[in-house]
């Protein structure tokens, strides 16, 4: 993958331990991030299984190797990431990157979108979402969660009990969006916009400044350092969201 990184067994555990002891009670993995899975299970069984009120998410994924999305392919993610993990339940699974198939492939009969909600409905599965690229299809597959209380995506939005709230990434160059373009509304103090909507107004609260690769602007954990961490105009765009009361989304930047 191209956001992978070789992490020592040794670092990566005693992260792990960490961010179990810590006061987020949040930690965001999936079946295609190396073996993220693994190493948090070996943690997860340390500890005798997940503490109390700790959300761990993690997401379903295609086949890397020959792009398979069907509903077998949803049902493999999940048992991988339970033996992985394991456990026998997973608390909250996305639907991760469904964009690398089309909307009608991923909610067709025996998909995997209806594969999801038979894993739901077994138990194996407390919560779905969807977590991906472009925000109108992300809106889409959201139709599909009326009853879920959690659904998140990266580009597009939140819904908790019906109220929206705010894109957890508003842009990915690979994604076709020019992280300048992005970013003018910050520095401007406009609302962001793509696709004619505007983030804004659906209750953007925070920004993931790189990702898989640097930006203009902000070196990524995975890309060889070109800014000493942030040019002096991802200084401003980091004081700007500050002023306005836009979290600052750290997941991806480099040390």
């Known amino acids: 993958l191209e956001y992978q990184q070789a992490v020592g067994l040794d670092d990566a555990l005693a992260t792990v331990r960490r961010v ?93 979108l209806e594969t999801l909600q038979a894993l739901k409905a077994e138990g194996v599965i407390a919560h779905l979402g969807v977590a991906g690229g472009p925000i109108d299809l992300m809106r889409q597959y959201l139709t599909f969660y009326p009853d879920d209380p959690v659904v998140r995506t990266n580009m597009g939005l939140t819904k908790v009990r019906g109220r929206w709230y705010g894109p957890k990434t508003l842009a990915v160059a690979k994604q076709g969006l020019d992280w300048d373009d992005a970013l003018g509304w910050v520095l401007s103090s406009q609302r962001a916009r793509y696709e004619k909507g505007e983030y804004y107004d659906l209750g953007a609260r925070y920004m993931t400044l790189t990702h898989a690769t640097n930006t203009a602007w902000a070196d990524s954990a995975t890309d060889v350092p070109k800014h000493n961490g942030l040019t002096p105009f991802g200084k401003a765009v980091v004081r700007e969201m500050n002023r306005i009361g836009m979290l600052v989304d750290l997941s991806h930047v480099s040390e």
């Open 20 to 112: 179990f002891e810590g006061p987020i009670n949040f930690l965001d993995t999936s079946n295609n991030y190396g073996d993220a899975e693994q190493r948090i299970g070996t943690v997860i069984r340390e500890l005798g299984g997940v503490p109390d009120g700790f959300v761990l998410e993690t997401k379903v994924d295609r086949d890397m190797q020959t792009g398979d999305f069907s509903g077998d392919r949803v049902r493999q993610s999940v048992e991988e990431s339970l033996q992985r993990l394991g456990l026998d339940r997973l608390g909250l699974v996305h639907f991760h990157d469904p964009e690398h198939i089309t909307f009608e492939q991923g909610v067709a009969k025996a998909g995997p």
